[in-house]
């Protein structure tokens, strides 16, 4: 899952050039708001950066734990971030 994040300001101004653009780099997983610059809290930035820090946190903990070879375990985190945070959602085999 390649992550993006995109952000304006006010909400007279669009997302849709920005998401346009994460869409040709390829995100399959976008996390969008009207946030004012100003603004402490972005928590769409959050949640993004929560999902990127929790995946590469755990592979270190994956390898040693787990008898998976790490070459063929996806660098990129493969589910989306409704999966995620769906507590009735057990992930099968990946091929």
């Given at each position: 899952m390649n992550i993006g994040y995109a952000r304006v300001s006010s909400y007279g101004q669009?997302?849709?050039?920005?998401?346009?653009?994460?869409?040709?780099?390829?995100?399959?997983?976008?996390?969008?708001?009207k946030v004012s610059a100003l603004s402490q809290r972005r928590p769409?930035?959050?949640?993004?950066?929560?999902?990127?820090?929790?995946?590469?946190?755990?592979?270190?903990?994956?390898e040693k734990?787990?008898?998976?070879?790490?070459?063929?375990?996806?660098?990129?985190?493969p589910y989306t971030f409704e999966q995620i945070i769906d507590n009735n959602f057990y992930p099968e085999k990946l091929s």
């Open positions: 669009s997302l849709a050039v920005q998401i346009h653009k994460l869409h040709q780099q390829h995100c399959s997983e976008i996390f969008e708001e769409e930035q959050e949640n993004a950066n929560c999902i990127i820090t929790a995946y590469k946190l755990s592979i270190p903990v994956i734990e787990t008898p998976i070879d790490m070459k063929d375990f996806p660098t990129e985190c």
